[in-house]
């Protein structure tokens, strides 16, 4: 047994540049099956939809090559514009708010209180749960007969509110609704990051008077910096993207009040079979959000040590 053992080592050690070769592939191969996963489920499908960009017709029927022709009927079109328009203005409102709602509770739960385990999971529930059953769960809540909100309003004497019949207040009932669902996921961000923060800097900062509101200000939203705009550039990457509530709770309605980007993308694909069309709306998407995404970078990135 030792003797073949040293033979095999012997052969190893005969052949160096086959041994470095292998030393060389073995950590490959451990990346490889994600490498594989990568190729097959995004770089394949992202490198085809690029090419249909460039097409038109349906799939199946057969297409043709048109150039740049969708995407200048992407930039040409009214509804896709008014899309837009509605996905900025939801993200203009959602965002802020549900990140000032998740430092004010992440303040609130860094302080020693009682029951602390039970608030945060109490928070990070409506965050687990689908953005699909939430739509369900408030579309019920808005029922015009019989929903919750139209209850507690009547409890105070005013007739009911049609809130998903009325445009003026779609787009803020799913802001309301991101920020039910989206809370408990920047409270833990943010509530991570504050307790990362040494507390000698606080012991520093109360001998000269920063105590309270003054050392929240002072001290912890400066050193948190990193967190709040890792929060601000997956909130806008993700925001921009809204689908779910608009499709489950409205279908983009009443007339054009609901229809997001994507939404309207996923219309265009599967309704009027407009593949090359949306994919090229998807592609002027995605350039949006990167250059949105590259402009917080740029200008909020700062190295914060402590």
């Known amino acids: ?27 490959y191969t451990f990346v490889l099956p994600k490498v594989v996963l990568f190729g097959g489920l995004i770089l394949v499908p992202l490198v085809w ?72 999971a109490l928070l990070i529930v409506p965050s687990i749960t689908s953005a699909v059953a939430a739509s369900v769960i408030w579309d019920y809540l808005t029922l015009t007969d019989g929903g919750l909100f139209n209850s507690i309003l009547g409890g105070f004497g005013i007739g009911p509110v049609n809130w998903l019949g009325t445009p003026s207040l779609i787009i803020p009932i799913f802001v309301a609704l991101e920020v039910w669902r989206g809370m408990g996921f920047y409270t833990v961000l943010f509530l991570a990051a504050m307790q990362s923060i040494p507390k000698t800097l606080y012991d520093a ?27 601000a550039v997956m909130a806008t990457i993700w925001n921009l993207q809204l689908f779910d509530s608009p499709f489950v709770m409205t279908n983009g309605g009443p007339g054009f009040s609901s229809t997001t980007i994507v939404l309207y993308i996923y219309d265009q694909a599967f309704q009027y ?29 700062k190295n914060v040590e402590f």
């Open 49 to 120: 939809s690029g090419i249909l960009t460039f097409k038109t017709g349906s799939i199946l029927g057969g297409q043709h090559y048109v150039g740049v022709s969708n995407y200048k009927q992407a930039v040409k079109d009214p509804e896709f514009r008014l899309a837009l328009k509605n996905s900025v203005y939801y993200a203009a409102l959602v965002i802020p708010i549900t990140i000032g709602v998740g430092l004010g509770l992440a303040g609130l739960l860094n302080r020693p209180i009682r029951f602390r385990p039970l608030f945060i």
């Open 1 to 27: 047994m030792a003797t073949r053992a040293e033979g095999l080592y012997a052969g190893v050690v005969s052949r160096p540049g086959r041994s470095r070769v292998l030393r060389r592939a073995v950590p």
């Open 205 to 231: 900062g109360a001998i000269d008077g920063a105590v309270g509101f003054t050392a929240f200000r002072r001290i912890t939203i400066p050193l948190m910096r990193p967190a709040i705009l890792f929060a």
């Open 273 to 301: 079979n407009n593949m090359g069309l949306a994919a090229a709306m998807a592609f002027v998407l995605f350039a949006i959000i990167m250059v949105l995404a590259l402009v917080q970078l740029r200008v909020f990135r």
